[in-house]
């Protein structure tokens, strides 16, 4: 196992920053490529690293692929060595296919990012124990990037409050610790090879992963380190210098959470001849679908009802415990966001293997109003959300595999006609099929038929999330 | 009990035609994809079916003899193929005219009649190497009855509240009683063959493989000092292949819940490289016949129909495949559920990811396994699927939800019946 080099990877990889009760990412675009240079320069030693000791603010920092090429990054070959969906970025017609993007939450619909948005080249996430602070920093940063770089679009975000998203549930509980990071071990399957999550390191298929290397020689060569896994320029039989070294791809979608809606819609399904629904039976049936209670708890070791209080219990397993689905339903969440034991019918030690290729370390704040719905309360005032994050060395293997495989096809496992039900429904069915959620019983399954989706795309981007030493290289280039 | 067959025709496409054949099958492939395609269904043993053109460029590899533009139309069929061949040119004659009027040696508009058409195709049919198929013996008529009869059942079971006492046996009971009320179901009170795994057979191939281990240790090692240490270092990634071509496949994936793939590759020109490929393919016959007959592929549960097939003077092999999913699932199945059964097959084909022992490297070198994958493959021009909606395991669930239907079972295996919904 290779150790991590933590004083180059950008903090927010291996800290979630939960203890910052405020951030807010500006997303930036590139006026003047030479003052943007001098910009990187002048923050490159600012960046939180993930060796630094955490302060009362934090600063890390991303770009999209047109933002390389804005800086001058732009020979082709060179942009051509980055990952065919980072290059390609959010927004394509295939890609539209792969994630879902429909609807309302059609690109051309989006906030930021879409092509009716003004583009995106560079993401500033400032973090900080309050808004003041996390203001003042970004006052002076601003005196530094300007006239270089201009603001397009700011979005706020702060940690889940009492980690909880807004429509209820505790969120955050599994999540995968790199091999390598000086972590202690979280342990049931969750440690995973930091080629999963960092570019330049072995993965869990033992080699290292898809790396964006500089073909043709651009910028200030010297301070950059040689391609680990032995690409050579053979003509002057020189390895390949490394950008994608120690830097990750970060994936950003802001999520528009319709909390009034998801509740109303379950507890339509719980109505008494009466019209009066239930709410106990309510939140059992969003639990169903979450795989866990709001507590956190998993069905799996509770499947009757909420133990309370806040539960991370995540030592669980499926095929062991549950390989009916009976407690957590084949089609909820969390059991196919991670199937741990039980991947496809293969042997629980191969599941596991197999899981651990398809993980992500997410990284999610929310926004909006402070708001923990429930069965009884869930009208929050205002718009709210859950800004939507991910780092993964390979977006395509991971994100958008979890994304189009787990989440949004509804042939999941032996599944008919079951997508995802938090993140996984279309918003206008396709002519002819049908989008349930299964809840497998002792007898006869129940259904609940004719999902509706109400979770809302409002805008996304592909980040290329470079080492402290590439930020300054790109500020030579 | 049907059994379902390939068929692949190869023709050469006229030299200046190759353009408006394009033109022609991208007005049917358009078609297809808005759904208002109306034809194909028209033929009732037809599963798949696909075009492809398949010229020079299709080949990332100099081909080892010389390649012309040809066609390939493939599809997977029910019951024997001079039926399935009748039906097409009698069914889709418009399609079959105006695809093959690009072709050589097609008959004229004038003298075009049902037997020198299929005389045509037969002339140009060939054979595949091998042929996996996801659901034996179900027809493209028993996969659409059984389909219907789940979404009854399902339909029924949603509406009925039994409540917390009934039995499972009870339930069981209320559905057949529910399906032989309703006519339209009358067939299913015949219970479908389902083709099992021939274990005398598989056992004879187990012990003719024990036999043979010192014949194959001595050819591995055979392989790798002559062989496998001179092969190059495959060092092409994902990023580094060529968006053009990328793009043009993706632009035709995704489209359905189920998606095709198309690929030629060529044969290293040794022969011993070209004898262990007809062994692999050997190997694969005997497993796809006997063995894997429940709907899994060397454990790959999304696979519909698969087949290799050579061409060329066996120089150069196509493979074909439909699937559930997309390809970056498809391909990752592959490597992590049969890697070393790809790394055998498509070792014997040139700038595969080097190999050690045909066991380690090829297919499990991840990063450039996906290339040489990503790289081979041929855009299909055209690709028809009758049950676009239902995923292989669903096809197979819906077989045991026929036939489990007609049994008496006890509790525990009805509680299985109706977990199948």
Same mark, same amino acid.
């Given at each position: 196992?290779?150790?991590?080099?933590?004083?180059?990877?950008?903090?927010?990889?291996?800290?979630?920053?939960?203890?910052?009760?405020?951030?807010?990412?500006?997303?930036?675009?590139?006026?003047?490529?030479?003052?943007?240079?001098?910009?990187?320069?002048?923050?490159?030693?600012?960046?939180?690293?993930?060796?630094?000791?955490?302060?009362?603010?934090?600063?890390?920092?991303?770009?999209?692929?047109?933002?390389?090429?804005?800086?001058?990054?732009?020979?082709?070959?060179?942009?051509?060595?980055?990952?065919?969906?980072?290059?390609?970025?959010?927004?394509?017609?295939?890609?539209?296919?792969?994630? $879902? &993007?429909? &609807?309302?939450?059609?690109?051309?619909?989006?906030?930021?990012?879409?092509?009716?948005?003004?583009?995106?080249?560079?993401?500033?996430?400032?973090?900080?124990?309050?808004? +003041?602070?996390?203001?003042?920093?970004?006052?002076?940063?601003?005196?530094?990037?300007?006239?270089?770089?201009?603001?397009?679009?700011?979005?706020?975000?702060?940690?889940?409050?009492?980690?909880?998203?807004? @429509?209820?549930?505790?969120?955050?509980?599994?999540?995968?610790?790199?091999?390598?990071?000086?972590?202690?071990?979280?342990?049931?399957?969750?440690?995973?090879?930091?080629?999963?999550?960092?570019?330049?390191?072995?993965?869990?298929?033992?080699?290292?992963? &898809?790396?964006?290397?500089?073909?043709?020689?651009?910028?200030?060569?010297?301070?950059?380190?040689?391609?680990?896994?032995?690409?050579?320029?053979?003509?002057?039989?020189?390895?390949?210098?490394?950008?994608?070294?120690?830097?990750?791809?970060?994936?950003?979608?802001?999520?528009?959470?319709?909390?009034?809606?998801?509740? +109303?819609?379950?507890?339509?399904?719980?109505?008494?001849?009466?019209?009066?629904?239930?709410?106990?039976?309510?939140?059992?049936?969003?639990?169903?679908?979450?795989? =866990?209670?709001?507590?956190?708890?998993?069905?799996?070791?509770?499947?009757?009802?909420?133990?309370?209080?806040?539960?991370?219990?995540?030592? /669980?397993?499926?095929?062991?415990?549950?390989? $009916? $689905?009976?407690? %957590?339903?084949?089609?909820?969440?969390?059991?196919?966001?991670?199937? =741990?034991?039980?991947?496809?019918?293969?042997?629980?030690?191969?599941?596991?293997?197999?899981?651990?290729?398809? =993980?992500?370390?997410?990284?999610?704040?929310?926004?909006?109003?402070?708001?923990?719905?429930?069965?009884?309360?869930?009208?929050?005032?205002?718009?709210?959300?859950?800004?939507?994050? %991910?780092?993964?060395?390979?977006?395509?293997?991971? @994100?958008? /595999?979890?994304?189009?495989?787990?989440?949004? +096809?509804?042939?999941?496992?032996?599944?008919?006609?079951?997508?995802?039900?938090?993140?996984?429904?279309?918003?206008?069915?396709?002519?002819?099929?049908?989008?349930?959620?299964?809840?497998?019983?002792?007898?006869?399954?129940?259904?609940?038929?004719?999902?509706?989706?109400?979770?809302?795309?409002?805008?996304?981007?592909?980040?290329? @999330?470079? +080492?402290?030493?590439?930020?300054?290289?790109?500020?030579?280039? | 009990?049907?059994?379902?067959?390939?068929?692949?025709?190869?023709?050469?496409?006229?030299?200046?035609?190759?353009?408006?054949?394009?033109?022609?099958?991208?007005?049917?492939?358009?078609?297809?994809?808005?759904?208002?395609?109306?034809?194909?269904?028209?033929?009732?043993?037809?599963?798949?079916?696909?075009?492809?053109?398949?010229?020079?460029?299709?080949?990332?590899?100099?081909?080892?003899?010389?390649?012309?533009?040809?066609?390939?139309?493939?599809?997977?069929?029910?019951?024997?193929?001079?039926?399935?061949?009748?039906?097409?040119?009698?069914?889709?004659?418009?399609?079959?005219?105006?695809?093959? #009027?690009?072709?050589?040696?097609?008959?004229?508009?004038?003298?075009?009649?049902? #037997?020198?058409?299929?005389?045509?195709?037969?002339?140009?049919?060939?054979?595949?190497?091998?042929?996996?198929?996801?659901?034996?013996?179900?027809?493209?008529?028993?996969?659409?009855?059984?389909?219907?009869?789940?979404?009854?059942?399902?339909?029924?079971?949603?509406?009925?509240?039994?409540?917390?006492?009934?039995?499972?046996?009870?339930?069981?009971?209320?559905?057949?009683?529910?399906?032989?009320?309703?006519?339209?179901?009358?067939?299913?009170?015949?219970?479908?063959?389902?083709?099992?795994?021939?274990?005398?057979?598989?056992?004879?191939?187990?012990?003719?493989?024990?036999?043979?281990?010192?014949?194959?240790?001595?050819?591995?090692?055979?392989?790798?000092?002559?062989?496998?240490?001179?092969?190059?270092?495959?060092?092409?990634?994902?990023?580094?292949?060529?968006?053009?071509?990328?793009?043009?496949? *993706?632009?035709?994936?995704?489209?359905?819940?189920?998606?095709?793939?198309?690929?030629?590759?060529?044969?290293?020109?040794?022969?011993?490289?070209?004898?262990?490929?007809?062994?692999?393919?050997?190997?694969?016959?005997?497993?796809?016949?006997?063995?894997?007959?429940?709907?899994?592929?060397?454990?790959?549960?999304?696979?519909?129909?698969?087949?290799?097939?050579?061409?060329?003077?066996?120089?150069?092999?196509?493979?074909?495949?439909?699937?559930?999913?997309?390809?970056?699932?498809?391909?990752?199945?592959?490597?992590?559920?049969?890697?070393?059964?790809?790394?055998?097959?498509?070792?014997?084909?040139?700038?595969?990811?080097?190999?050690?022992?045909?066991?380690?490297?090829?297919?499990?070198?991840?990063?450039?396994?996906?290339?040489?994958?990503?790289?081979?493959?041929?855009?299909?021009?055209?690709?028809?699927?009758?049950?676009?909606?239902?995923?292989?395991?669903?096809?197979?669930?819906?077989?045991?939800?026929?036939?489990?239907?007609?049994?008496?079972?006890?509790?525990?295996?009805?509680?299985?019946?109706? *977990?199948?919904?």
């Amino acid at each position: 196992m290779t150790p991590l080099e933590l004083s180059e990877i950008q903090a927010y990889l291996l800290n979630d920053y939960k203890e910052m009760g405020s951030s807010k990412y500006y997303l930036l675009q590139v006026r003047d490529a030479t003052a943007a240079k001098k910009f990187l320069t002048n923050i490159a030693d600012t960046i939180t690293h993930a060796n630094a000791t955490t302060g009362e603010t934090a600063l890390n920092l991303g770009l999209t692929s047109n933002g390389l090429t804005a800086l001058g990054y732009s020979n082709e070959e060179n942009m051509h060595s980055f990952s065919r969906e980072f290059r390609e970025g959010m927004v394509t017609p295939h890609r539209q296919r792969l994630l $879902g &993007d429909f &609807d309302s939450s059609d690109p051309s619909n989006w906030q930021w990012g879409g092509p009716n948005n003004e583009q995106v080249d560079v993401i500033l996430m400032v973090f900080g124990k309050n808004e +003041s602070i996390v203001e003042n920093y970004f006052e002076s940063l601003k005196q530094k990037f300007e006239p270089g770089l201009s603001m397009v679009h700011i979005i706020d975000g702060k940690p889940l409050p009492n980690e909880r998203e807004h @429509f209820g549930f505790r969120d955050g509980i599994s999540q995968p610790v790199i091999k390598g990071s000086n972590v202690s071990p979280a342990g049931n399957n969750n440690d995973i090879d930091a080629g999963e999550f960092v570019l330049g390191y072995k993965n869990e298929y033992g080699v290292y992963p &898809d790396a964006p290397l500089v073909k043709v020689a651009q910028g200030n060569l010297e301070i950059l380190s040689d391609n680990p896994g032995g690409y050579k320029n053979e003509l002057v039989d020189k390895p390949f210098k490394d950008i994608g070294l120690n830097g990750t791809y970060f994936v950003l979608r802001q999520l528009e959470q319709n909390v009034n809606g998801y509740w +109303s819609f379950i507890k339509k399904q719980t109505v008494d001849e009466n019209g009066k629904p239930n709410n106990e039976e309510a939140t059992k049936i969003a639990a169903k679908m979450m795989g =866990r209670w709001p507590s956190g708890a998993p069905l799996v070791t509770h499947p009757d009802r909420d133990p309370g209080g806040d539960n991370d219990d995540n030592s /669980f397993s499926y095929k062991k415990q549950d390989k $009916g $689905g009976e407690k %957590c339903p084949f089609g909820s969440h969390i059991r196919r966001m991670n199937p =741990r034991d039980q991947f496809e019918e293969s042997p629980a030690w191969v599941s596991l293997k197999l899981t651990r290729r398809h =993980r992500i370390i997410r990284r999610v704040r929310s926004y909006g109003e402070d708001f923990i719905g429930s069965a009884e309360n869930h009208a929050p005032n205002g718009e709210v959300g859950l800004l939507f994050g %991910c780092f993964n060395a390979n977006i395509s293997k991971q @994100f958008e /595999f979890i994304q189009y495989t787990w989440a949004n +096809s509804p042939k999941f496992k032996r599944l008919y006609d079951d997508p995802d039900p938090i993140i996984g429904v279309r918003e206008c069915p396709v002519t002819g099929t049908k989008q349930n959620f299964t809840i497998p019983q002792k007898t006869a399954n129940r259904v609940i038929p004719n999902l509706q989706s109400f979770v809302t795309v409002k805008g996304g981007a592909y980040f290329f @999330f470079p +080492s402290v030493t590439v930020i300054k290289f790109l500020a030579t280039v | 009990m049907i059994k379902q067959h390939p068929l692949i025709v190869l023709s050469p496409v006229k030299k200046d035609k190759a353009e408006e054949l394009d033109k022609r099958l991208r007005v049917i492939r358009e078609s297809l994809q808005q759904g208002t395609e109306t034809e194909f269904k028209k033929v009732p043993t037809l599963h798949y079916g696909r075009f492809v053109i398949l010229d020079r460029e299709s080949f990332r590899d100099e081909p080892t003899v010389p390649v012309s533009t040809r066609l390939i139309f493939s599809t997977n069929h029910d019951g024997d193929k001079d039926n399935h061949l009748t039906e097409v040119v009698t069914n889709i004659t418009n399609y079959i005219d105006d695809i093959y #009027e690009c072709c050589e040696g097609y008959p004229g508009p004038g003298s075009r009649t049902t #037997e020198n058409r299929k005389s045509y195709l037969e002339k140009y049919s060939i054979k595949s190497s091998a042929f996996y198929n996801g659901a034996p013996g179900r027809s493209v008529q028993q996969i659409h009855q059984e389909a219907a009869l789940r979404d009854h059942i399902w339909n029924y079971i949603k509406d009925n509240k039994w409540g917390e006492k009934a039995s499972a046996v009870d339930i069981h009971r209320n559905i057949r009683k529910e399906i032989d009320s309703n006519p339209e179901f009358e067939w299913s009170k015949q219970m479908a063959e389902v083709q099992g795994i021939k274990w005398f057979n598989f056992i004879a191939y187990g012990l003719l493989l024990i036999a043979a281990i010192p014949l194959i240790i001595a050819g591995a090692i055979y392989l790798f000092l002559f062989h496998e240490i001179w092969n190059k270092k495959q060092t092409l990634t994902l990023s580094q292949l060529d968006d053009k071509k990328v793009n043009k496949l *993706k632009e035709v994936e995704d489209l359905f819940p189920q998606n095709q793939f198309t690929q030629v590759a060529v044969l290293k020109p040794t022969f011993i490289r070209r004898l262990n490929f007809q062994i692999w393919m050997m190997r694969t016959r005997v497993l796809a016949n006997n063995v894997f007959v429940h709907g899994k592929l060397l454990n790959i549960p999304t696979i519909h129909f698969a087949r290799w097939v050579l061409i060329d003077k066996n120089r150069h092999v196509l493979f074909f495949s439909n699937f559930d999913g997309n390809w970056q699932q498809y391909l990752g199945d592959f490597i992590d559920q049969s890697g070393w059964g790809l790394t055998g097959i498509f070792s014997n084909t040139v700038n595969f990811p080097k190999t050690r022992f045909m066991i380690t490297g090829g297919a499990y070198d991840e990063e450039h396994f996906l290339a040489w994958s990503r790289s081979t493959q041929v855009p299909t021009q055209v690709w028809y699927c009758p049950y676009p909606q239902l995923s292989i395991k669903n096809i197979n669930n819906n077989t045991k939800i026929r036939n489990e239907l007609r049994k008496d079972l006890n509790e525990e295996q009805a509680k299985i019946f109706l *977990k199948r919904f």
